[in-house]
């Protein structure tokens, strides 16, 4: 069974920022292996999302969160980037 959700989320890096975004996340349940990652568009862009790693907190509405890794980003359009996003522990969502 896989499950979804697409919304806004604000993702919280390891110095505390707090950059808001759109989220698009799934689940994906592959040989017993429970997982779940997606993709954040940001709303701004700055140096310190640019260098963001492992250990982060996605936030989603009604105080749910997960821990993330950025497994890769990419240029869309002058303006926005495309965050790729791999979840640990349970979906919060």
Do not use: H
């Amino acid at each position: 069974m896989t499950t979804t959700y697409s919304g806004p989320a604000k993702l919280i890096l390891v110095d505390g920022a707090c950059i808001s975004g759109m989220a698009s996340l799934t689940t994906n349940q592959r040989g017993g292996i429970n997982g779940w990652g997606g993709t954040f568009r940001p709303d701004q862009i700055t140096t310190e999302l640019r260098s963001a790693g492992e250990g982060l907190q996605l936030e989603l509405p009604y105080d749910r969160a997960g821990t993330v890794d950025v497994t890769g980003m990419r240029k869309l359009l002058a303006t926005q980037l495309l965050m790729s996003l791999t979840g640990q522990g349970p979906a919060p969502f």
